[in-house]
């Protein structure tokens, strides 16, 4: 039961297992992971594949035969497990060059050495069969705005999307793009701090199409929105690329929990709402285990990740074939045809027709829409209960 398969398209990027428990405060608590041996270790839990930056697998400072070599080996734990690498992305943030943000960075330079770094990632990640793109911009934003009128900045940013929208087009690498919006951490403000944020940018573009979005549940918890709103939001626009699941508490530094960790509610309502439409990308969880941990309990958090979300998987079944659930959804999503009739539509006579229509204002506000009982059976059928 609730055993993870590759047909579930779980991933996990080489740097959340890889988390060597290093904090603003304190060192590191685990010794690194060599790539070759996540590889094996998430296949035998039953992962579909494992994502990466460039230097997550290759060293930014690697000669080209230290890359071959690396690159070899890893691709020989691909085949010999038959995971894939899904997505690919750029570490545009840690090296001390991006300090000031990469794509976004006011020195014309940075900005040439972020788009030529970009473009060796992509080639890396075709090479490696990534079909997804994301851009998480973690230094593209800023603490001090007295440099920048914040429209150069967002200027740069679709300067560098255009071109790498058209390289990849160019190299037939048939990449989609996933922007990843976060509010803050590690600048103090990020550009494109949210979901509708990064949705409204896609669209000046120049080609809106080859771009989407990855949201990650802690950044909409971070800035204290409603995560499976976002998401919701998202697939209605067909936006939702990919997504990052972890959690996180509300008003806290950038925690990165193993999924459902912490808002088991909230958790099971975003796997209600990727299950019901329908989502078949991949469901990346973007987490790491608790500093305190050591390798075994590293392997206890990607197995829980899994785990939780194929449980919560099952209670939407559940709460689905609830008759008492039906008939409170039922009786909550209230249907008067006549009325629906005329507002489906403009029309003149729609209009004048519904102007002319006699609503009780008092039976309207006088009816309950149980939601109190619908609130409590959900938590029954989490609770295990029902
Ligand atoms: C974070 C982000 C990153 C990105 C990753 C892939 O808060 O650090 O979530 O983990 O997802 O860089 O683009
Ligand atoms: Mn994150
Ligand atoms: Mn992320």
């Known amino acids: 039961m609730y055993e993870a398969k590759p047909e579930h398209h779980f991933t996990f990027g080489l740097w959340t297992v890889g988390n060597i428990g290093r904090d603003p405060f304190g060192n590191p608590t685990r010794q690194p992971l060599s790539a070759p041996y996540i590889v094996h270790k998430l296949a035998k839990l039953g992962a579909y594949g494992v994502n990466l930056?460039?230097?997550d697998l290759i060293p930014i400072d690697a000669t080209s035969g230290e890359r071959d070599q690396i690159l070899r080996d890893f691709k020989k734990a691909l085949s010999e497990t038959g995971m894939k690498v899904p997505m690919a992305t750029t570490n545009l943030f840690g090296d001390p060059a991006f300090k000031d943000g990469a794509f976004t960075n006011a020195n014309a330079r940075i900005r040439g050495y972020a788009i030529q770094k970009a473009m060796n990632a992509m080639d890396l990640g075709a090479e490696l069969?990534?079909?997804?793109?994301v851009f998480w911009g973690g230094r593209e934003g800023a603490e001090v705005d007295a440099g920048s009128n914040t429209l150069n900045?967002?200027?740069?940013?679709?300067?560098?999307?255009?071109?790498?929208?058209?390289?990849?087009?160019?190299?037939?690498?048939?990449?989609?793009?996933?922007?990843?919006?976060?509010?803050?951490e590690p600048r103090g403000d990020i550009y494109f701090?949210?979901?509708?944020?990064?949705?409204?940018?896609?669209?000046?573009?120049?080609?809106?199409?080859?771009?989407?979005?990855?949201?990650?549940?802690?950044?909409?918890?971070?800035?204290?929105?409603?995560?499976v709103h976002a998401v919701a939001q998202a697939i209605d626009a067909k936006k939702l690329f990919h997504i990052d699941l972890n959690d996180q508490k509300m008003g806290r530094f950038d925690q990165d929990l193993r999924f459902g960790a912490e808002n088991i509610k909230q958790a099971f309502l975003l796997v209600k709402l990727l299950e019901d439409t329908g989502y078949t990308g991949m469901k990346h969880f973007d987490a790491h285990a608790l500093r305190t941990e050591d390798e075994a309990g590293v392997w206890d958090f990607a197995k829980g990740c899994m785990r939780t979300y194929l449980i919560l998987a099952e209670k939407v079944k559940q709460f689905h074939a609830d008759s008492e659930i039906k008939a409170l959804l039922e009786h909550y999503h209230f249907k008067d045809p006549i009325v629906s009739g005329l507002t489906a539509k403009f029309s003149r006579d729609n209009a004048a027709n519904l102007k002319a229509h006699t609503f009780d204002r008092a039976a309207l506000g006088a009816r309950g829409p149980g939601l109190e009982r619908l609130d409590q059976l959900t938590m029954e059928v989490l609770l295990g209960t029902r």
């Open 153 to 184: 900045a967002l200027e740069y940013m679709r300067e560098a999307m255009n071109f790498l929208a058209e390289y990849s087009e160019d190299q037939k690498y048939g990449y989609k793009f996933a922007l990843e919006p976060k509010p803050n």
């Open 53 to 55: 930056h460039d230097n």
């Open 129 to 133: 069969g990534a079909k997804t793109y």
């Open 193 to 227: 701090p949210v979901v509708g944020a990064a949705l409204a940018f896609i669209y000046t573009l120049d080609k809106p199409d080859l771009f989407g979005l990855n949201p990650e549940v802690a950044h909409e918890t971070m800035a204290g929105l409603n995560f």
